[in-house]
């Protein structure tokens, strides 16, 4: 079994910072590439940023030039630097990751999701 969990959610007022970490734990041979989503009310789940396991990046056109994903594959953890956040950003976020488990299957897994408000 594999276990994702989600810290740095909060209040934050707009313009202001917000970092996101996800750690992934449990039966892991490797994680290839890991997501953050985030859903807001009476919206459906979207994509935010992917980064692969060679560290190749991408970001939805609404988070681009603003969030940055990274990775630190030694402890199994994703993060998410959120700048310059607007009223819109308010979700709440969900990290994903595909992950190859030591029994060798590969399954997708998703963390309970941390709450982002960014509001004045």
């Known amino acids: 079994q594999v276990q994702l969990v989600e810290s740095g959610g909060g209040l934050v007022q707009p313009g202001g910072s917000l970092r996101l970490s996800c750690a992934a734990s449990?039966?892991?041979?490797?994680?290839?590439?890991m997501h953050w989503y985030r859903q807001a009310p009476g919206k459906q789940r979207e994509l935010v940023a992917i980064?692969?396991?060679?560290?190749?990046?991408d970001y939805g056109d609404s988070v681009k030039g603003r969030f940055t994903i990274s990775r630190d594959n030694v402890k199994n953890t994703v993060y998410l630097q959120m700048n310059s956040l607007k009223p819109e950003d308010t979700a709440v976020y969900y990290c994903?990751?595909?992950?190859?488990?030591?029994?060798?299957?590969?399954?997708?897994?998703w963390g309970q999701g941390t709450q982002v408000t960014v509001s004045s």
């Open positions: 994903n990751a595909d992950v190859t488990t030591t029994g060798s299957a590969r399954r997708n897994y």
């Open positions: 449990g039966s892991i041979f490797s994680i290839n590439a």
């Open positions: 980064i692969t396991s060679g560290g190749d990046t």
